[in-house]
């Protein structure tokens, strides 16, 4: 069981990660695609009026949130398969 510790650490931090983005999304969408614009220039500059692109935003949160969720469920599942 010690020998899974590392590899369960990195798939934790990943997961954390995503969920860590996700909700960065979800909160601050306007901030989040303003950082994207001037880092990596991927995502147009949002406005205050820019709703649509903040929906988009959301939506991808959303769906980082589900991923994170949805990984960190079948970690546990996996771990309670090789505890046994």
Not at 12 to 23: D, E, N, Y
Not at 42 to 57: M, N, R, S, T
Request: with cysteine; aromatic share 8%; net charge positive.
């Amino acid at each position: 069981m010690a020998r899974l510790l590392g590899p369960v650490l990195v798939l934790f931090i990943q997961v954390l990660g995503t969920f860590a983005v996700g909700c960065w999304l979800l909160l601050t969408p306007g901030r989040a695609a303003n950082l994207l614009h001037d880092a990596f220039v991927v995502f147009p500059q949002v406005g205050p009026e820019d709703h649509l692109k903040k929906l988009c935003l959301r939506i991808l949160g959303s769906g980082l949130v589900v991923v994170a969720a949805r990984a960190t469920a079948g970690f546990v599942k996996a771990l309670a398969l090789l505890s046994n």
